[in-house]
């Protein structure tokens, strides 16, 4: 495996899906991993990542400098060059001339990182610190026309360094390079493929669950969707999902949730038809965050009562993936502005006393899809758009009535079966509707009415972190209002939603 060493950059999570992209296993852990973690660990390679500090700051991020003499390979990237280059003896300074953006890579000396790849090439700078002075042992391999020290190598020790990010998509040769590290100087082998991080999960799930039973709440999205589908692969009837009915979801959601895992994959699946006691509390309730807590709050009282009829419970399982897990640990990961509260439900209560199982811990989104594929889980599953855990709840700006509920349900299903039948649907990172608390006057059969405005949001994203409006074809989103307004009754005029985030979200609530 590759060991990543996250120093704060924005591309962290891009370094690791670039290393598996070659299939090689790889994590990220913050700096502050002991040193014999590390080498219980025992990585191949040691990926030192950027950040936005400076080496010579006062708080700047340090790993234990022991690294250096464990005869591993070591790659560092833009302030992992500098916090190696440094601790190594060199010299790091601020510099006058900044550079950001592409440059031309001026490759000097074609070494096992830049083996087959052209002598001129394009890179992605982002940096206003430089290396002024090399340790001994170090040779310059590359120049840019502001960096003279773009790209340095001790090829005796297998330490190199980039100033540039070869894991964007702006350095077209950065895979190449990555490439080139793992196998032409840390001496990977391409391995880890969805089938064998299956076999490996399952042993570990056996091990660590035993006799023992687990719980977990099923929402039907991809994330518990794989995940039970997982640990149902792993320890069968020891593992109870249960599926609570909010009275927020979409049409006819509950009823395909229960047939897909009773039926198909025989879970012990508990369903809880909870519709009423989150209704209630939500009447009269317009604040977003008021409603995400009190949903949140009611779905862990559920959830607790139902947890409390299964005996001999040891585990709670989730379907935690890994962005999740490293924004919680990032190195700059400290308090942030609370912009809305996380779409999914949060943890439960520490009374429950239950240990934490998260199979999917270690995967990326697209990575969770690949193995709910091999899982044998259906495309309508495994491709569903993201929903968020509040439901239709925060797609209702105002107050949340059965009757309002019942109106967007309709002009939502109408939606997404014609971005369906279109094939738009897995294009989109998500496609939805939203009910707005205003109405408009409108003629329907030379009557006026004064009815709902609903809003269509579609948009496109790698992430969720930047996402775009899609450009859907006139005549798509034509079929689509017109359907909407002669079929549901209480919608007279419907918008589509051009902005981008940022500085919009893709929510509206």
Not at 206 to 214: I, N, P, Q, T
Request: hydrophobic share 40%.
């Amino acid at each position: 495996m590759i060991l990543i060493i996250d120093f704060g950059s924005q591309y962290n999570q891009l370094i690791t899906r670039r290393v598996r992209e070659h299939h090689v296993y790889c994590e990220i852990e913050p700096p502050d991993i002991a040193l014999s973690s590390i080498k219980s660990l025992s990585p191949q390679g040691i990926i030192l990542s950027g950040g936005p500090a400076s080496v010579y700051g006062k708080n700047s991020p340090k790993v234990n400098a022991e690294i250096f003499n464990l005869n591993i390979p070591v790659l560092g990237i833009c302030y992992g060059m500098h916090f190696m280059i440094k601790s190594l003896g060199g010299e790091v300074e601020g510099t006058n001339k900044r550079e950001y953006g592409l440059a031309n890579l001026k490759i000097t000396d074609e070494a096992s990182i830049f083996s087959k790849v052209k002598d001129k090439t394009l890179c992605w700078m982002s940096h206003g610190d430089s290396v002024v002075r090399l340790p001994d042992g170090f040779n310059v391999i590359a120049s840019t026309e502001n960096t003279r020290i773009a790209a340095v190598a001790n090829k005796e020790k297998r330490f190199y360094g980039l100033q540039f990010h070869p894991e964007v998509v702006h350095t077209p040769e950065g895979k190449k390079m990555l490439g080139n590290f793992l196998f032409n100087i840390c001496g990977c082998k391409k391995s880890w493929t969805m089938k064998s991080f299956v076999r490996k999960s399952i042993e570990e799930i056996k091990a660590e669950v035993g006799d023992k039973k687990v719980i977990l709440g099923l929402s039907g999205g991809v994330d518990s969707s794989v995940a039970t589908a997982l640990l149902y692969k792993a320890i069968g009837k020891q593992l109870t999902c249960v599926f609570v009915d909010n009275g927020l979801l979409r049409n006819n959601e509950g009823e395909k949730i229960r047939s897909l895992f009773r039926n198909h994959f025989q879970v012990n699946l508990r369903y809880v038809n909870a519709r009423e006691r989150f209704l209630k509390p939500l009447k009269g309730v317009i604040d977003p965050e008021k409603k995400r807590k009190i949903i949140g709050k009611t779905f862990i009282t559920v959830f607790e009562a139902e947890a409390k009829k299964i005996k001999e419970v040891e585990f709670l399982g989730q379907g935690t993936l890994y962005p999740d897990l490293i924004e919680s640990r990032s190195a700059f990961g400290g308090p942030s502005a609370v912009i809305k509260s996380h779409h999914n439900v949060g943890g439960l209560p520490k009374k429950m006393n239950l240990k934490l199982i998260e199979p999917l811990k270690h995967l990326f989104k697209d990575e969770a899809r690949i193995l709910g594929k091999e899982l044998g889980l259906p495309d309508d599953i495994i491709f569903r758009q993201p929903f968020p855990g509040p439901g239709l709840a925060v797609r209702i700006i105002g107050e949340i009535t059965a009757k309002r509920l019942s109106i967007l349900r309709q002009a939502d299903d109408i939606l997404i079966a014609e971005i369906k039948k279109n094939n738009y649907y897995k294009k989109l990172w998500q496609s939805f509707a939203v009910l707005l608390p205003l109405k408009s006057v409108g003629i329907m059969g030379d009557q006026r009415t004064y009815e709902n405005v609903l809003v269509i949001r579609a948009v496109t994203s790698l992430d969720a972190m930047t996402a775009d409006w899609a450009r859907l074809p006139h005549s798509l989103l034509a079929r689509i209002s017109n359907r909407i307004i002669n079929e549901v009754k209480g919608i007279n005029r419907v918008t589509y939603d051009i902005s981008s985030k940022p500085p919009s979200t893709i929510e509206w609530e």
